[in-house]
């Protein structure tokens, strides 16, 4: 992986908003930034109405002010571009800029995002108040990078404007070329769906019965909000890369319906995350036995770094979160905000900023809670804060020169992603999949990588793991299988489970038996299959040899029938009609093998493969961890790195049976120690 410039020295810092603030306090806050030993701030991305507060008149001193205070304390600063919240006068002279829900309402100013990235005169707006910021602040000292807008999809990633639906029928022109070209892609034979003049295409609009568009049509749309997202940012990158040269150019945020991959390779230095673990006692994990709850965010990290290698956090939580109506979680317990630093550190992060400097007094996020209370008294994050900026102010260079390390893969891919959205038929088993593969191997240690199947992915982004696992590939092409096929020839491991390459690009189905594009890699056809769910009671799985497990076969059962002699039956349905059926089966498969699982994977499931496999922690000849403790590795020039994260209140006895250094307080150590509740060390 090619080393990032912008990110080989580590920095630490603080979101800070001098708008909102009396400017009596900016040269305090700078100056107790540095005590923290922060080194960077982000501001102004959603100062638009600062910037420009009428058509055509900017107005920089403000922001001057601050940001020459800060060089003063000799803070870097990242500047946001404010796109994200066009200001009252814009939206009221021109509604065209804004967005519109699929019923036909439009979205009005008042909260933020309420724009569409296909309006003429946004883009027209959007590049001018980018032009002038990059020739206003492309010599200042202060100033080493830029972040598109804030967030793009996030609060909404569909988009219905007259602009959106002239935009998606043009994007369709030159995808398709000719009206009978899309005809056949979106199948519009069915129900006499078919077009006769373009001026008959749109987004899909509101259809009797629950809203449910074509198919096909729905996948197209996804990609097309994707390319026109991308085609918004790339209006500012460009001006910035002209203007702003030897500044760096990143955006943040993971939100839906948007290839950040591709956005990354052709607009950004690097990609940039925003960290919210506590969203985890909100929305994940709901009714999960034993879930991984804040540790689950590892995961999303994973998916970051599988855009950018090494990659910043421009927001990471540092206190309770909440809007003034929703959102309401609880605050990190002392040592957590901590935890959560490292656990993005740990997986590949060289800049942290914190959200943000100091809990805001008005507005819809005063609950939404910085470092610093509203009080500005030292308090118990600060006091976090500073104990974090000087472990880092010793640690962060050795960590920067490093990158997260895994043999093991867990292969996604946006096609599947979106169709999986609509299609109920296997997007809902991706996610129980994918969450239990994550936990299954985080619980024992072997630190894993999201890898998303691109046309650009080669077999060499693939030979870098062992073993590569696709959970539910219902698209899957040709040519991906033809990859797969030669990652497993020449000894690579392949695990996919139901409902694998039975849709083409446009998702409809081919007329072959399932698993269709990968039916010659895995040896295996399937006879019949069910949903399990309703009337129909759970079924389960044994497992063969060794102590003939039972496993429940969750969700969806394939009957497979084993075509190849190379293929070896590992696990037979233990119920129903099928008991006795091959379940789960293993192709020798040149050097290599393919597994095909029946069923969407369950931990205990993903367990007994992983035990088969005999895939094991990399540390587990000098290291026991208990399972409450995440391990991560980086490597670099110096020699590995390892992030030990206790996610328990509760102190974790860890057994070295070497000696090693805790690069953050030097200390050595070796035999039985006891890391204390949310504590963190990071064994060199
Ligand atoms: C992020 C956003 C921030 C702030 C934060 C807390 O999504 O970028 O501006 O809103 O969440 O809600």
Not at 152 to 166: K, L, Q, T
Not at 288 to 302: C, H, I, T, V
Not at 478 to 484: F, G, K, P
Not at 641 to 661: C, G, W
Request: aromatic share 12%; with cysteine; glycine share 8%.
């Amino acid at each position: 992986m090619k080393p990032i410039d912008a990110l080989k020295e580590f920095r630490l810092g603080a979101c800070y908003y001098p708008e909102h603030w009396p400017e009596s306090l900016w040269e305090d806050d700078f100056r107790r930034m540095r005590e923290l030993h922060f080194s960077i701030v982000r501001v102004a991305e959603f100062a638009w109405s600062i910037f420009e507060p009428q058509e055509g008149v900017f107005s920089f001193d403000l922001f001057d002010r601050a940001l020459d205070l800060a060089h003063k304390h000799g803070l870097k600063v990242i500047i946001g571009t404010p796109t994200a919240t066009p200001p009252a006068w814009l939206t009221h002279k021109y509604p065209e800029v804004l967005n519109v829900t699929q019923d036909g309402v439009t979205l009005q100013h008042g909260l933020r995002r309420h724009y569409n990235y296909s309006s003429t005169k946004y883009r027209e707006l959007s590049a001018i108040i980018t032009r002038q910021m990059a020739e206003h602040y492309k010599d200042h000292p202060a100033v080493i990078g830029w972040q598109i807008d804030n967030e793009f999809n996030c609060e909404i990633s569909e988009f219905y404007a007259p602009a959106d639906h002239d935009a998606f029928r043009a994007w369709l022109q030159e995808k398709y070329g000719t009206l009978d070209k899309l005809n056949a892609a979106w199948g519009t034979v069915f129900w006499s769906q078919t077009y006769t003049d373009w001026e008959q295409v749109f987004l899909p609009r509101p259809t009797p019965a629950h809203k449910q568009p074509n198919p096909h049509q729905a996948l197209d749309e996804k990609r097309f909000i994707s390319d026109n997202t991308i085609s918004y940012a790339k209006v500012q990158g460009d001006i910035l890369r002209e203007v702003a040269s030897h500044q760096w150019v990143t955006t943040n945020g993971l939100f839906g319906h948007l290839d950040s991959h591709r956005m990354n390779d052709e607009l950004l230095d690097f990609f940039s995350y925003d960290s919210y673990p506590q969203f985890s006692t909100l929305n994940d994990s709901k009714g999960e036995e034993n879930p991984l709850a804040d540790r689950s965010w590892s995961q999303k990290l994973g998916v970051v770094r599988s855009i950018s290698p090494n990659f910043a956090i421009m927001e990471q939580q540092s206190g309770p979160g909440g809007w003034v109506n929703r959102m309401d979680m609880p605050s990190p317990k002392p040592g957590q905000m901590r935890l959560w630093t490292y656990q993005s550190i740990a997986h590949g992060a060289n800049m942290v900023l914190y959200f943000r400097w100091r809990t805001a007094t008005f507005g819809n996020e005063i609950y939404w809670h910085g470092i610093n209370d509203y009080h500005n008294r030292p308090n118990r994050r600060v006091r976090e804060a500073g104990q974090i900026g000087s472990e880092l102010a010793l640690a962060g260079n050795r960590i920067a020169a490093s990158a997260f390390k895994a043999d093991v893969a867990l292969l996604r891919d946006y096609d599947n992603d979106w169709d999986g959205e609509y299609d109920i038929w296997h997007g809902p088993f991706a996610w129980q999949s994918a969450a239990s593969w994550f936990k299954a191997l985080n619980r024992r240690h072997i630190p894993s990588d999201t890898l998303y199947v691109r046309s650009s992915t080669t077999i060499e982004d693939l030979k870098r793991y062992k073993v590569l696992i696709y959970p539910h590939p219902a698209i899957m092409r040709d040519e991906t299988a033809a990859l797969l096929e030669q990652y497993a020839r020449e000894g690579g491991i392949i695990i996919f489970g139901c409902r694998t390459g039975y849709k083409n690009e446009h998702g409809h189905a081919y007329m072959r038996p399932f698993p269709g594009a990968a039916a010659g890699l895995c040896g295996i056809s399937v006879e019949e299959f069910t949903m399990v769910k309703g009337t129909r009671a759970a079924t389960s799985m044994k497992w063969n040899g060794g102590d003939e497990a039972l496993t429940g076969a969750d969700a969806f059962n394939e009957i497979l029938y084993v075509e190849d002699d190379s293929v070896e039956v590992v696990a037979t349905y233990a119920s129903d009609y099928y008991a006795g059926k091959p379940a789960v089966t293993r192709n020798a498969f040149g050097e290599g093998e393919a597994w095909y699982f029946g069923a969407v994977f369950n931990d205990a499931s993903a367990g007994q493969i992983i035990d088969r496999l005999g895939l094991a922690a990399p540390t587990a000849s000098w290291l026991s961890l208990p399972p409450d403790v995440e391990l991560a590795i980086r490597e670099g020039e110096d020699g590995p790195l390892f992030f030990l994260l206790n996610y328990s209140e509760q102190p974790a006895v860890i057994t070295l049976d070497v000696e090693k250094t805790d690069l953050l307080t030097g200390s050595t150590l070796s035999g039985t120690i006891s890391l204390e509740g949310f504590g963190v060390v990071v064994l060199s």
